[in-house]
C-alpha cells in the first residue's frame, strides 16, 4: 500500500502575489520605466522651447505665426516613444531569467508583464495627454507654440490623445519583447527567420494591393477611419506579438 501523506501543502503566494512580484521585479529601477522617458520628454520639450525662441527672434513678425504654426508637423513629441522599445528588450533579456529564479512560473511572469506595460503605459498617456490639454489652452490664449500638440494630437480631443499614446505604447513594448523572446528561445536563427518572415508578410501585403487594384480603396480607408479607431485597432497587433513572445518564452532556456 502506498502511504498518504496528511501534511498540509506547501504554502504558495496567491496568483495575484505573484504577479505584483513580478510587476516589482521590473520596477525595481524605476529610471528605466518611468525616468527616462520623462527625461526624454523634459529634453525634447525644453529643445521645442529654444526652437520656438529662435524662430521668434529670427522670423519677421508678418510671418512668425506661420512658421511657428509649422512645428505641428515636429516628431519630438514622441522621441520617448522610441526609447521604449529599449525597455522591452530588457524586459525579456534581463528580468525573464531573474524572474523564474525567485520561482515565479513563465506564464506569471508573462502576465505580470503584461500588467507592468499596461499600467507604465496608462500613467505615461495620462501625464502626456494633461500637458497636451494644458498646451492646447496655451494656444487658445493666443500663444503659438506646438510641442504636445503636434501631429494629429492637436486635432483631436483628450480621450484620442490618450488612447493614441497608450495604444503606441503598448505596441512597441509588445512586439519588442516579442523579438526579445525569439532571441531568448532561437537565438540568431529565430531572429533571421522572424525578420524574413516579416519582411515577406509586408511585400506579399503590397503586391497583392498593387496587383489587384485594390491599393487606392485600401488608402482611402485607412485615410478615412477615424483616430480613435485606428490607434484602437493598433492594438490588435499588440496582442498577436504578446501572444508570439509568450509562446517563445514558454520553452526558452534560461542562459545568458
Known sequence: MTAISTAPPVPRLASRHRLVKVMRLHLVNRLTYVGIPWIITGVALFISIVVALLISA??????RQDALQGMSYSWAVLS????????????????????????????????????????IAAFNAT??????????AINESGVVFHH???LWLGEVGAGAVWLSLFALQILIFAVTSAFAAVYARWRSLGMLVLWAAV???VLGLIAFAVLTGTAPSIIDWLMGISTVSFFAALLIPAALAFGLGWGALRRAPLRG
Open 148 to 150: 504636445f500638440t503636434a
Open 127 to 136: 501625464g502626456w495627454a494633461i500637458l497636451t490639454e494644458i498646451e492646447r
Open 58 to 63: 529670427a522670423v519677421p513678425e508678418a510671418g
Open 80 to 119: 520617448p516613444l522610441w526609447y521604449l522599445a529599449v525597455v522591452g528588450v530588457q524586459a525579456v533579456s534581463a528580468v525573464f531569467p531573474f524572474a523564474l529564479g525567485f520561482s515565479i512560473t513563465r506564464r506569471e511572469y508573462a502576465l505580470g508583464t503584461l500588467l507592468t506595460y499596461v499600467v
Open 199 to 201: 519582411a515577406l508578410l
